[in-house]
């Protein structure tokens, strides 16, 4: 099994930034590709950056040019740089592990961006 536990989330007002880390243990060496999701209430749970084992990375149009997604490998730790937050932003985040293990979730943690 994967265990991942997110922090960094908070309440910054709109233009701000923030940095959420997910840290990832258990059984590591199984874990594929990492990726950043999202969701607020009243919609689907949404993809927001992906990173591969290589460092590629991909980002939702709604978030290219704004987020990073990158990995310590030596840390276990996922990050996503969120610069220039937007009111529409605010959902809680989810940090999410693929691979030979299985699909794991963290628990989410929230960011809130105020106008």
């Known amino acids: 099994q994967v265990q991942l536990v997110e922090s960094g989330g908070g309440l910054v007002q709109a233009g701000g930034s923030l940095r959420l880390s997910c840290a990832a243990s258990?059984?590591?060496?199984?874990?594929?590709?990492m990726a950043w999701y999202r969701q607020v209430p009243w919609k689907q749970r949404e993809l927001v950056a992906t990173?591969?084992?290589?460092?590629?990375?991909n980002y939702a149009d709604s978030v290219k040019g704004r987020f990073t997604i990158s990995r310590d490998n030596a840390k276990n730790t996922v990050y996503l740089q969120m610069n220039s937050l937007k009111p529409e932003d605010t959902a809680v985040y989810y940090c999410?592990?693929?691979?030979?293990?299985?699909?794991?979730w963290g628990q989410g943690t929230q960011v809130t961006v105020s106008s």
């Open positions: 999410r592990s693929t691979g030979r293990a299985g699909n794991y």
């Open positions: 258990g059984s590591i060496f199984s874990i594929n590709a």
């Open positions: 990173i591969t084992p290589g460092a590629s990375t």
